[in-house]
């Protein structure tokens, strides 16, 4: 477009200076460079014109992933292979776009499977290297180091005289906050996806592994460098892997599809944190510094994710009446 509207300030200067010099005897040439000019200044906006014919539904919502996806570095291009720029700094490879699943089930784990050692070590860059999320974390820990003797204690004296918790209910909690059924259900929404072919569910899936694997991981390093005793004297409590866990699926859920499925899942960690403590298996300390590691570390790798406001996405438009655009609020009902 640009070098279409250059184009036309030549000519158009071209052709004055040419009538001018020749007394209008070439009037002729000087009309014609300007029918030139702007045939090009016309070819230009056609060119970048979406035709109606391609805004069908799933044209719409590939390249609307493809516009939003994130484009920063990551270890392979778009066919698995690793990219590398030299440029007498630091070689970077470049991520491959957030492609959707393949046709095939085999075909999707096999291509992910391989990819997964270098996504996670990405992600976890992340979260770590930012310093924003460093300061978070450090002032998590040290709310949590500064309750440790005092609020842990009389919370502690108060759940051993009032159980919150009656009949099956502790167990349901216990059940619900546990990791292992957090990573199965980020396997129901990967399968889901794939079987859908639907690029959304496919990718909450594989975020959520993302978000449930680092925070996991993360947690069991700091148990093992705390290793504290939790209210029953079992060892290496803080801090709590149920409600880290919890908190991390909750948080992708929040992010990928609003408040509608966010609120319930914050408030079922909630539960979680007061089951661990109501049992005996975690301070107060354990819990809140679980809770600020899991919701960090999902929040992190969320961002990576296409824009969402209250739980609609935000697309690019193009009008094809006109070929204007713009972008649109974009809300699914029902999941």
Not at 26 to 53: C, F, Y
Not at 235 to 258: I, K, Q, R
Not at 304 to 317: D, L, S
Request: with cysteine; charged share 20%.
């Amino acid at each position: 477009m640009a070098r279409a509207m250059v184009c036309v300030l030549l000519a158009g200067s071209v052709a004055w200076g040419v009538e001018s010099c020749l007394g209008g005897e070439r009037a002729d040439w000087a009309q014609i460079a300007g029918e030139v000019a702007a045939r090009r200044l016309r070819a230009a906006q056609e060119a970048v014109r979406v035709r109606p014919d391609e805004l069908h539904g799933q044209w719409m919502e590939d390249t609307t992933f493809r516009l939003a996806v994130d484009v920063e570095t990551r270890p392979a291009d778009a066919d698995g292979s690793p990219l590398s720029v030299s440029g007498g700094v630091a070689d970077t490879q470049p991520a491959p776009m957030d492609r959707g699943p393949l046709p095939g089930f085999f075909d999707t784990v096999r291509r992910d499977l391989e990819e997964a050692p270098g996504l996670l070590w990405h992600d976890t860059k992340k979260v770590f290297g930012d310093p924003a999320n460093l300061v978070f974390l450090l002032g998590a820990g040290g709310a949590s180091a500064a309750v440790r003797y005092t609020v842990d204690d009389r919370i502690e004296d108060h759940y051993d005289r009032h159980r919150s918790f009656g009949g099956d209910w502790p167990d349901t909690f216990a059940t619900l906050g546990n990791p292992i059924v957090h990573f199965a259900a980020a396997g129901v929404w990967y399968l889901a996806g794939q079987q859908m072919q639907d690029i959304k569910t496919y990718e909450v899936g594989k975020r959520a592994f993302s978000a449930l694997a680092i925070s996991g991981a993360t947690t069991l390093l700091l148990k093992a460098a705390a290793c504290t005793d939790s209210p029953n004297g079992e060892a290496f409590a803080w801090p709590s892997g149920h409600v880290s866990s919890t908190m991390a699926l909750a948080t992708v859920l929040h992010n990928a599809y609003g408040p509608l499925v966010g609120v319930p899942m914050f408030g079922l960690t909630g539960l979680v944190a007061v089951q661990r403590m109501d049992d005996g298996e975690h301070h107060f300390s354990d819990v809140i510094f679980g809770a600020a590691l899991g919701w960090v570390v999902a929040e992190t790798i969320m961002k990576e994710h296409r824009p969402e406001v209250f739980g609609g996405e935000i697309v690019p438009y193009a009008d094809p009446a006109n070929g204007s655009a713009g972008v649109a609020w974009v809300k699914t009902l029902g999941l």
